[in-house]
C-alpha cells in the first residue's frame, strides 16, 4: 500500500545548487501534481501533468522545470536553488475526468535553502 | 480566480466539544468541494467532498454541506476527540477540468486538548 512516494524526505541546499525531487505512484492514476506549502499560505500548484506525456503550469511555477517520466513518475527540479524556495513539497496524484476526483498526497519533502 | 478563504485558526477545544470550521469559497463555474486533514509530519488525507450543491459530505463523525447560495461549505463535528488535532484544509476544484487542479485555503490549526 505504497501510494505515493516522495524522496528525499528532507534536504539541506546552499543558494545556487540544484536539485530534483522525486515522485512516484503506484495506484495506476493519470494525473500528478506538485505543490509547495509554506505557514499561512495553504498548498500552491507548481505543475501538474494531467496524463502522460503532458505538463502545465500552476500557480508558482517560477524557478521549477518538472519531466513526467512515464505514468508512474513525475520529478521536479530546482535548477538553481533560492532561499524563497525553502518550503515543503508535495507530490499527489488522481484519477483524471469526472467530478470530484479525490487527490492522494505523499508525505512531503521538507527542503530547506541556506 | 477561484479562492478559498478559511477561518484563522488556531483552534483550541476541549474534548467533546462541538467544532465549527468555516470556509467560503469564490469560484467561476461549478467545483466540487473538499476537505482535507494533514496530521502532523504526514501529507494530506481527504476527510470528506460534495460535487453539487446541497450535498453533504461526512466521514469519521465530520459532515460539511455544499452551500451554493451562501458559497461555503463548512465543517462540523458534534463531539471532537484529542486524535482530531490535526490542520484542516478546505479545497475546491473545477469540475471540468480534466486534472483536478485544487485551490486551497489557508489552512486551520486544530489543536484538542483533554
Known amino acids: 500500500n505504497a501510494g505515493v512516494t516522495q524522496t528525499p524526505k528532507f534536504q539541506v541546499l546552499k543558494t545556487g545548487q540544484s536539485m530534483t525531487l522525486q515522485c512516484a505512484q503506484d495506484?495506476?492514476?493519470?494525473?500528478m501534481y506538485w505543490y509547495r506549502q509554506d505557514p499561512g499560505m495553504g498548498l500552491r500548484l507548481i505543475y501538474y501533468?494531467?496524463?502522460?506525456?503532458?505538463?502545465d503550469k500552476g500557480e508558482v511555477p517560477n524557478g521549477y522545470n518538472v519531466s513526467r517520466l512515464n505514468k508512474r513518475e513525475f520529478s521536479l527540479r530546482l535548477e538553481s536553488a533560492a532561499p524563497s524556495q525553502t518550503s515543503v513539497y508535495f507530490c499527489a496524484s488522481s484519477r483524471t475526468g469526472g467530478s470530484g476526483q479525490p487527490q492522494h498526497f505523499g508525505d512531503g519533502t521538507r527542503l530547506s535553502i541556506l | 480566480g477561484d479562492s478559498v478563504t478559511q477561518m484563522e485558526g488556531p483552534v483550541t477545544l476541549s474534548e467533546e466539544a462541538f467544532l465549527t470550521i468555516n470556509c467560503t469559497y469564490t469560484a467561476t463555474g461549478y467545483p466540487s468541494l473538499f476537505w482535507y486533514v494533514q496530521y502532523p509530519g504526514e501529507g494530506l488525507q481527504l476527510l470528506l467532498k460534495?460535487?453539487?450543491?446541497?450535498d453533504k459530505g461526512s466521514n469519521k463523525g465530520f459532515e460539511a454541506t455544499y452551500r451554493k447560495e451562501t458559497t461555503s461549505f463548512h465543517l462540523e463535528k458534534g463531539s471532537v476527540q484529542v486524535s482530531d488535532s490535526a490542520v484542516y484544509f478546505c479545497?475546491?476544484?473545477?469540475?471540468?477540468?480534466?486534472?483536478?487542479?485544487?485551490?486551497f485555503g489557508q489552512g486551520t490549526r486544530l489543536t484538542i486538548n483533554p
Open positions: 460534495a460535487t453539487k450543491a446541497d
Open positions: 495506484m495506476n492514476h493519470n494525473s
Open positions: 479545497a475546491l476544484s473545477d469540475r471540468n477540468q480534466g486534472a483536478q487542479k485544487l485551490v
Open positions: 501533468s494531467a496524463s502522460e506525456g503532458t505538463t
